[in-house]
């Protein structure tokens, strides 16, 4: 049976992992290589790192993170911030990340998806996304771009179709209106994502404690949830967060020893 | 210190292959020559990839004539994913021949309402003939899946793994000095590791 991930997310800037509130405000936390390793033994499914450095010399410590990490996990991450090109894609995927993860980019040009999937194969292609609460729309979300502070005209659920249709192989839907808020994941709109697109749909923004999780995997039926300040401060570890889940009846994955 | 040459073709993530064989302390040599090749221990076919682009690759460049003499040496070979798929003797992915080490065919996941395909994310592993690389993994351990198709050999006794997914599919291979992988056990965290060192050091 295919087992429910459960992936933490880790902002970089300028090679330290950052953790800000509703896009405002930000503090450093740690060493993201050393995040990494701890969360890889504490079993955690997937790691996702988002380079949220606009610099040059910010981007160089962050390539460098990414092949540190790469050298000490031995689980799949994905990568994500900055990534507008196909050499962006491939420089990514050399420093050994498994999917590169694409926003704003996409949405101003949506050709890059193809052109990724096309190149790296649609496993590579993972479409990040940030929905509004918005009445107007079609489906009652709007995708926002660069960081949640720009509306576009884009409705959330034609735009996930869309990136199904031009080769994306996943979907990181992120609430603006949940994230930070640690109340619990948007439902409705994961839900209705997961129930419109073929390929797999993470959950983003507003995970406080594991119900939370449990909530979003089966009743927003996602296929993974995303977390990032819940065990951050050490508020829940990975294997707490799996044990509970395991109650609710969430298959997920419990590495058992290695016999000699 | 026992070499492992790990074939480029231009396929998928090779590099997760090699820092897997550095970090269990053997020498990994990435490679698209044959002649390389040829001088190497063990020989790991990995990646991500399409089965007719794959194949077209392996036969212009002379792979495929390697990979038969190689396969034929009594080397041992490890395939991953693609490399679990190329050994068969073909694909359903674009009716593509493929190498024909095993007997049996490639073919698609089926069309299921609810069945999500490709196959991503982790799923058991449930062995089904005892091989030297499943020693000291635990039964139904959680490994890494990224794939839309998956290998039937025709012959009960090339089953190495099942996996249940919509349907129950073969997840691993065997035959002689074969082994394949349709999982990713460099993406497999300890179980995974702990496969790549037995094919290093056990098979």
């Known amino acids: ?260 | 210190m026992v070499t492992i040459g790990i074939m480029d073709y231009k396929a998928g993530n090779i590099r997760s292959v090699m820092t897997a064989v550095q970090y269990l302390g053997a020498k990994g040599i990435i490679s698209e020559d044959p002649n390389v090749l040829q001088k190497c221990d063990k020989l790991i076919i990995p990646g991500d990839g399409e089965a007719k682009a794959v194949m077209e690759v392996l036969n212009t460049t002379g792979l495929s004539d390697f990979l038969r003499e190689y396969f034929n040496s009594g080397r041992p070979i490890l395939g991953i994913c693609i490399g679990c798929q190329i050994v068969l003797e073909k694909s359903e992915e674009r009716s593509t021949p493929c190498l024909g080490f095993i007997p049996g065919e490639v073919v698609r996941f089926p069309q299921q309402p609810g069945l999500k395909v490709p196959h991503m994310g982790w799923n058991q592993v449930h062995h089904e003939h005892s091989h030297p690389i499943f020693h000291g993994v635990p039964e139904d351990s959680p490994c890494y899946f990224v794939h839309s198709y998956y290998p039937v050999p025709r012959f009960e006794e090339h089953q190495a793994a099942r996996t249940e997914y919509g349907v129950s599919f073969v997840s691993a291979i065997k035959k002689e000095n074969l082994v394949a992988l349709q999982f990713h056990p460099e993406k497999s965290a300890a179980p995974g590791l702990k496969m790549i060192e037995n094919f290093i050091f056990h098979c």
């Not at chain 1, 953790?19 to 969360?39: C, L, S, T, W």
């Not at chain 1, 040009?109 to 194969?121: L, T, V, W």
């Not at chain 1, 829940?236 to 058992?256: A, D, F, H, N």
Request: aromatic share 6%; charged share 25%; net charge negative.
């Open chain 1, 1 to 260: 049976m295919l087992l429910k991930r459960i992936i933490v997310c880790l902002d970089v800037r300028n090679g330290m992992t950052t953790k800000g509130i509703r896009f405002k405000g930000n503090i450093d936390i740690g060493d993201p290589v050393v995040m990494a390793r701890q969360y890889y033994e504490e079993g955690v499914d997937e790691l996702v790192f988002y380079d949220i450095t606009a610099s040059a010399e910010g981007r160089r410590l962050f390539l460098d993170v990414v092949e540190r990490v790469a050298e000490q996990i031995f689980i799949p991450f994905c990568v994500g911030g900055g990534i507008g090109s196909i050499q962006d894609m491939r420089d990514t995927l050399l420093a050994g990340a498994e999917k590169v993860s694409i926003n704003s980019q996409a949405v101003k040009n949506p050709r890059i998806i193809q052109e990724g999937a096309s190149r790296f194969g649609s496993q590579c292609i993972v479409l990040g996304m940030d929905a509004l609460r918005d009445p107007a729309m079609p489906s009652g979300y709007r995708v926002v771009i660069n960081g949640g502070r720009t509306p576009t005209e884009r409705d959330a659920l034609e735009w996930a179709l869309e990136a199904e249709k031009l080769g994306a192989g996943e979907i990181v839907i992120n609430s603006i209106d949940a994230d930070g808020t640690k109340e619990g994941y948007e439902l409705p709109l994961t839900r209705m994502l997961s129930e419109a697109v073929q390929i797999p749909v993470v959950a983003s923004g507003g995970a406080g404690k594991p119900e939370h999780l449990a909530d979003v995997l089966i009743e927003g039926k996602a296929d993974a949830a995303l977390i990032a300040s819940m065990v951050h401060y050490g508020e829940y570890t990975i294997p707490q967060i799996k044990e509970y889940l395991s109650t609710r009846g969430i298959p997920v994955r419990v590495v058992p020893p290695l016999r000699s």
